[in-house]
């Protein structure tokens, strides 16, 4: 069982970084491959980014590639979204997620949820 907390979202303008930060609770988060979603108003949730447990593997959606990068620092329960460049396209609310699987691209891949937290990004 974990618990997943997100922060660090807000109200940026086009061309603006963010870093978005996931906080989780019990022992076990450095076993899970961590993931990041993120839902705009009226649409599916869709995959941004995923790390696996010992951050040596990550992989991004097309969309994000080459701005947007996802880290982990285990000592710390947390997984990171650094957002840069960002697009008025990218305005969402951003979910971590936390997965037993290895790979996992949808959300019925992964087990747990945070709250998300919302990007909004000005043109």
């Known amino acids: 069982q974990v618990q997943l907390v997100e922060s660090g979202g807000t109200l940026v303008q086009a061309g603006d970084s963010l870093r978005l930060s996931c906080a989780a609770s019990?022992?076990?988060?450095?076993?899970?491959?961590m993931g990041w979603f993120r839902q705009a108003p009226g649409q599916e949730r869709d995959f941004v980014a995923q790390?696996?447990?010992?951050?040596?593997?990550?992989y991004y959606a097309d969309s994000v590639k080459g701005r947007f990068t996802i880290s982990r620092d285990n000592a710390k329960n947390t997984v990171y979204l650094q957002m840069n460049s960002l697009k008025p396209e990218d305005t969402a609310v951003y979910y971590c997620?936390?997965?037993?699987?290895?790979?996992?691209?949808?959300?019925?891949?992964?087990?747990?949820w945070g709250q998300g937290t919302q990007v909004t990004v000005s043109s």
């Open positions: 997620a936390a997965s037993v699987r290895t790979a996992p691209t949808t959300p019925a891949g992964y087990n747990y």
């Open positions: 019990g022992r076990t988060f450095s076993s899970y491959t």
């Open positions: 790390i696996s447990w010992h951050s040596s593997y990550t």
